[in-house]
């Protein structure tokens, strides 16, 4: 399985807010056996020798942060077609059933069942009140204001959606190489730094709440989250009307330019700050590393310090080197001595 065959199941499977915990385990099953599979066994994470980071190698903490402060700016952002919302609205708010839904006020004072479910006892009464005082000469008029307001709205609030996806979670990236000059040089300091060795396979088989991990897609053409924008919309406007696709803010997240495919990359998300959004960017998530990997021009300093984190934890210590004879723009890596 590669990484397209992994986007077509992830894409083919849309879990509603309705569901119960029951049906979305059975749901998202061959996303996790799609996983299964394609998972390499050991992932790596490029680190510059901060305090920070250093400090979190050696309590077993890998942090995570809002994909805000990430350096591409089209990461995790929401694509969204304004053009498709404004046109399924205006075509459901025309002057046919304006004229309608006032004929069935005045008959009834009520709206039917399956479209109170949607909306709040306050919000149904104040558009009853609305409809019953409306004139039918002033229905042309009242139709454009609300039409100029929803659009307006709409301009105004999709891009704030956009970016406040991008605080919906927190993401570590890892990468299934250890090997890459690139990597090396602009997520270790220009090989100054150090890179840690990880075994994923129990985050799928334990299944840490609010905790997943997948592998990114890189494409071309960015996700499409109109649907997703338009149900916090709607959210937003104080409807009640249910998600359609509990993981389209994740899909989303996975989505990457084709230019970034040289990274290989795998993103841990965790999602406990969901209903947090505007206070922390950062979060820790407990994880030993199973390897360290030196980078060429690590400073004795630093090797030093991280080679007595290593010892204490018991786990394998590899130098990155360049192998003068070899025509391959490679890192190669040996045994620490």
Same mark, same amino acid.
């Given at each position: ?17 309705? #569901? ?12 996790? *056996? ?14 510059? #020798? ?28 929401? *694509? ?12 459901? &708010? ?25 909306? *709040? ?9 609305? &409809? ?90 960015? &996700? ?26 994740? *899909? #989303? ?85």
């Amino acid at each position: 399985m590669d990484r397209k065959e992994f986007a077509e199941i992830l894409n083919s499977i849309k879990i509603s807010e309705k #569901c119960d915990l029951t049906t979305i385990q059975q749901e998202t099953l061959p996303i996790y *056996k799609a996983l299964s599979q394609i998972m390499p066994e050991s992932l790596y994470r490029y680190r510059t #020798c901060s305090d920070t980071n250093i400090n979190a190698f050696e309590n077993d903490k890998v942090y995570a942060v809002t994909s805000d402060m990430f350096n591409d700016p089209y990461d995790t952002l929401l *694509k969204y077609d304004k053009n498709i919302v404004k046109k399924i609205f205006n075509s459901i &708010f025309t002057k046919d059933v304006v004229i309608r839904m006032k004929e069935e006020l005045v008959q009834n004072l009520d709206f039917p069942e399956p479209i109170k479910q949607y909306f *709040k006892q306050d919000s149904i009464k104040k558009t009853i009140e609305n &409809f019953l005082s409306l004139k039918d000469e002033d229905i042309d008029s009242f139709i454009t204001k609300r039409k100029n307001t929803l659009e307006y709205s709409i301009d105004l609030l999709f891009p704030f959606y956009a970016k406040i996806n991008k605080r919906y979670f927190t993401i570590s990236c890892f990468t299934e190489t250890i090997s890459s000059v690139i990597m090396w040089s602009h997520y270790a300091n220009k090989h100054k730094g150090f890179a840690l060795e990880y075994n994923m396979k129990p985050i799928l088989s334990n299944r840490i709440p609010n905790i997943n991990i997948y592998p990114v897609i890189y494409d071309n053409k960015r &996700f499409d989250g109109t649907e997703y924008t338009m149900w916090e919309f709607l959210k937003f406007a104080g409807a009640n009307f249910p998600n359609q696709d509990l993981i389209s803010h994740i *899909k #989303c997240a996975l989505y990457k330019s084709k230019q970034w495919e040289y990274e290989k990359e795998w993103r841990l998300i965790d999602t406990t700050t969901r209903n947090n959004i505007m206070l922390d960017n950062t979060t820790s998530i407990l994880l030993k590393p199973i390897a360290i990997y030196y980078g060429k021009n690590i400073s004795l300093e630093d090797r030093t310090r991280l080679h007595h984190i290593a010892s204490e934890k018991g786990i394998d210590e590899y130098d990155m080197y360049i192998d003068y004879e070899s025509d391959k723009y490679e890192m190669l890596y040996r045994r620490y001595s």
